[in-house]
């Protein structure tokens, strides 16, 4: 917005290579007329009535403005032709010399350009008289004599534009001096009117001298009149001028062109030197303080107006005006002394009672022109649509920055991520890759209905600051969802990204404090990359977000997308439907895996698990079903499917001699459903199967997020005789304490623990300490995943209850495992009744 300033302006002092020759050449041709006419000084009464002629023609009628020239239109031409018609040219030069030294000496301006005016005076008169020389000597009032006066006249204007042309381009430069001179031409055309009112004159005054009575009178009548059309014309103009500034400011008014738009066109129709816009700093809008300066192309970040004089303008609410027109604010003019200044007006910006800025204008044209009270009226014109042009232009962006930035943090949204991913990946640099990194915050939920969406909400803005300042200064960061931020950089390999991801994972895992509490926020990380993962911007956010949902079940919470993921996703949104027509038309099996105690390889129960054999997809694994059924609602159908086909072959091995328990895997959402209990209840009646035979196992990572909101459905399973057991137990990141707060029945650890513990120290030990927190708790504990005769004696020498695993059978269909009943157990009589025993295990 702000352009740069002009090339400087030399100094006032070279306009003495233009004066000298003037005055020279003026001094000449005095010497050469008083040698022809030695006694010129005898005409000294016409001398004085010529110079007060000349005085009172050089008041301007109007004035035109050339940069910080004014040129005034006058009719200086009157009097001069009747000077050289009745005077000796000694006395004309000194008339026209002394004419206008008197007004410039009122005006304090500087002695280089009084200088140059007298000399231009001068000079021109001087050129005048040798056309009058040169021609046939002046006989009558004839026709004769106007053409000799008419030529005089021209040349002496002539010679005055050429020589205001000439210290223009000296001190300016020549388009200044060129600007000038075409701005001189239209006083010809004036002259000539006023040459030939002159010529009128010498004729009346030649037939009677009491025509100068009567011509004075009409001169007088036209010069008022002509100044009065003057003025309309001037008003006229101005209403002109601030009705196309009007237009110019509601067009621009909505974007930040305002300065460029208004400042240029302000101080074109104020005649100022300078025209400044100032808006104070407030909320996100910076400071702003633009000045269109005459000879300046462009806006310069700078203003002259004296401190003192705003001050007084922005506190008050009201203009200020300060110059020799203006009397209200006199004390104010040291200040503007001080500042070099001749004049200034100050008009606030006003929106309702609050002050947004001020215009500003400083120094009218000219040297003997100032600001009136009108141009005080003009200027709050314009600040009045100028307010409401910078209040429409603040609310439209802020409007677009709302559009684009997330309220709370006040990072890029979604839409400002997607635009920016969109130019970025425009651009491929060699060895470069950009660069999507998404970090989930997890237990956002947990905080917001514990401690209320407040905490919620200052949790998210600590994140949006933590990650800001460790993201790095070539990094764009965003929210885009509730609890997901984007980081987009340019990085040089794969390799660095996914460092740079877990270097930010690591740093944003510190504590942080809301309200009370010090929290330790977990993230997980999905990174996708320009051009290996795709090469539009919703691509790459849809597989980053992809690559940190699978983040969240790794222990290093980093995930690099790969099209497996992809394709994982799809295919599960390609599920939902068929999953609803599996559960209703029986197409989904159970299997069982068998549970056997480990001291005396005892046939306790079996595991209920779900098995879907799709017929256009084969086998679908577990993890992916059950992930559909909860995205789709269909979770509660599934576990009363399984439960189902578990009481009713419960019942069916009851009948034969052959009594099991079974283990039914429960979602935590299906424990936040509180009918669930009731439907438990109802089954259990159905069936007639002793409450005591069913287990339901919850998922120790699941539960232990929603403990608190589980709880009560725990309770009325417990009441109801069924057995509760932690499944997964030793994978979760809470606290042992929670697990005194369960009524829980068994542990189940881990497969991952059992299967190394007999090759793992480490392993091992962590076995050893959940049999023997379990045995503190009085808990049943099931070791998972046992698959050799070496863990299963470790897990004896351990105390461990129940097995489970591929070294006792594979999960299997009913009509399998009553085949296998029947080839690997016996009947076995114990005090409690038969139970089956494995025969051999190998």
């Not at 100044?227 to 001028?241: E, I, K």
């Not at 993201?471 to 997901?484: F, Q």
Request: charged share 20%.
């Amino acid at each position: 917005m702000t352009g740069h300033p002009a090339r400087p302006t030399r100094s006032a002092q070279y306009a003495w290579l233009i004066t000298n020759p003037l005055a020279m050449f003026a001094l000449a041709c005095v010497a050469w007329f008083w040698v022809k006419e030695p006694h010129w000084y005898e005409s000294w009464l016409g001398g004085l009535i010529a110079t007060a002629g000349l005085v009172l023609a050089n008041v301007g009628v109007f004035s035109v403005a050339i940069r910080k020239q004014s040129f005034y239109v006058v009719v200086s031409e009157i009097p001069l032709v009747l000077a050289i018609f009745y005077l000796p040219p000694v006395m004309v030069v000194l008339a026209a010399t002394l004419a206008p030294l008197l007004p410039q000496l009122r005006s304090r301006i500087g002695f280089t350009k009084v200088a140059f005016n007298l000399a231009k005076s001068a000079a021109a008169t001087c050129a005048a008289l040798l056309v009058v020389a040169a021609l046939p000597p002046i006989r009558g009032a004839g026709p004769g004599t106007w053409g000799i006066l008419f030529s005089a006249a021209m040349t002496s204007a002539l010679v005055a534009s050429l020589a205001l042309a000439a210290v223009m381009t000296v001190i300016q430069g020549l388009q200044a001096g060129q600007e000038t001179f075409r701005a001189g031409l239209p006083t010809l055309v004036t002259a000539s009117i006023s040459v030939a009112i002159g010529c009128v004159f010498i004729v009346a005054v030649e037939a009677t001298p009491w025509a100068i009575v009567l011509l004075s009178v009409l001169v007088g009548t036209l010069v008022l009149a002509y100044r009065y059309l003057v003025g309309f014309l001037r008003q006229h103009r101005t209403l002109a001028d601030v009705y196309e500034l009007t237009l110019a400011v509601q067009e621009h008014g909505n974007d930040a062109s305002l300065p460029d738009v208004l400042l240029g066109r302000i101080r074109a129709l104020m005649r100022a030197e300078y025209a400044t816009m100032w808006l104070p700093a407030s909320g996100r809008h910076p400071e702003v303080q633009l000045t269109a300066r005459v000879d300046d192309k462009g806006l310069l970040d700078l203003a002259v107006t004296p401190a003192a004089i705003r001050e007084r303008a922005v506190g008050g609410q009201h203009a200020v005006a300060v110059g020799k027109n203006f009397d209200d604010n006199a004390d104010l003019r040291p200040a503007l002394r001080e500042s070099r200044l001749k004049d200034i007006i100050v008009v606030p910006l006003r929106s309702g009672q609050t002050t947004i800025g001020s215009i500003e204008v400083v120094n009218r044209q000219g040297g003997t022109l100032t600001f009136r009270p009108a141009d005080v009226q003009v200027l709050q014109t314009i600040a009045a649509h100028a307010a409401v042009a910078v209040e429409n232009s603040r609310l439209v962006e802020r409007l677009r920055y709302d559009a684009y930035h997330d309220r709370l943090t006040s990072l890029p949204n979604r839409r400002r991520m997607t635009d920016a991913l969109a130019e970025s990946v425009k651009v491929r640099a060699p060895g470069e890759v950009v660069a999507v990194m998404l970090f989930d915050v997890d237990g956002l939920r947990d905080v917001n209905e514990s401690m209320g969406h407040a905490a919620g909400d200052k949790l998210l803005a600590e994140v949006a600051q933590r990650l800001r300042s460790i993201a790095g200064p070539g990094a764009l960061v965003g929210r885009i969802g509730g609890d997901e931020f984007v980081v987009t950089l340019r990085a040089e390999s794969t390799e660095e990204t996914v460092r740079l991801a877990t270097e930010m994972r690591e740093q944003l895992r510190g504590p942080m404090v809301v309200g009370s509490l010090t929290l330790d926020v977990d993230t997980a990380a999905g990174v996708a990359l320009h051009p290996d993962h795709g090469d539009d911007p919703d691509s790459l956010l849809r597989r980053s977000e992809l690559a940190a949902n699978a983040a969240k079940a790794l222990p290093y919470g980093v995930q690099l997308f790969h099209p497996a993921l992809e394709s994982r996703a799809v295919r599960r949104l390609g599920l939902a439907a068929d999953l609803r027509r599996a559960l209703d038309t029986g197409q989904l099996e159970v299997h069982f895996q068998p549970k056997v105690s480990i001291q005396d390889r005892h046939l306790i129960g079996v595991e209920c698990l779900a098995r879907w054999q799709h017929p256009a997809h084969g086998d679908v694994s577990p993890e992916d079903f059950v992930a559909v059924a909860e995205h789709t609602g269909q979770l509660h159908r599934l576990t009363e499917v399984v439960l189902t086909a578990g009481l009713q072959h419960c019942r069916e091995w009851a009948d034969a001699g052959r009594p099991l328990s079974i283990a039914v895997n429960l979602s935590v959402r299906t424990l936040l459903d509180p009918r669930f209990p009731d439907q438990v209840h109802e089954l259990l009646k159905r069936y007639a199967i002793p409450p005591g035979q069913i287990t339901f196992e919850i998922s120790e990572p699941g539960m232990l997020g929603e403990i608190e909101r589980a709880l009560p459905t725990l309770y009325r399973l417990r009441d109801l005789g069924v057995r509760l057991a932690v499944d997964d137990f030793g994978t979760g990141a809470s606290s042992l304490s929670y697990l005194r707060q369960l009524p829980v029945h068994e542990i189940k650890i881990d497969d991952s623990f059992v299967q190394g513990m007999a090759t793992d120290s480490g392993d091992l030990a962590i076995v050893r300490a959940v049999i023997g927190l379990a045995r503190e708790f009085g808990l049943t504990v099931v070791a998972e995943g046992v698959e050799s005769e070496l863990t299963l004696d470790l897990l004896a020498e351990l105390g461990c209850e129940i097995g489970q695993g591929y070294f006792f059978s594979r999960p299997l269909p009913v009509e399998r495992l009553n085949t296998w009943l029947s080839a690997q157990t016996e009947p076995e009589e114990t005090p409690t009744g038969e139970v089956r025993r494995l025969r051999a295990v190998g």
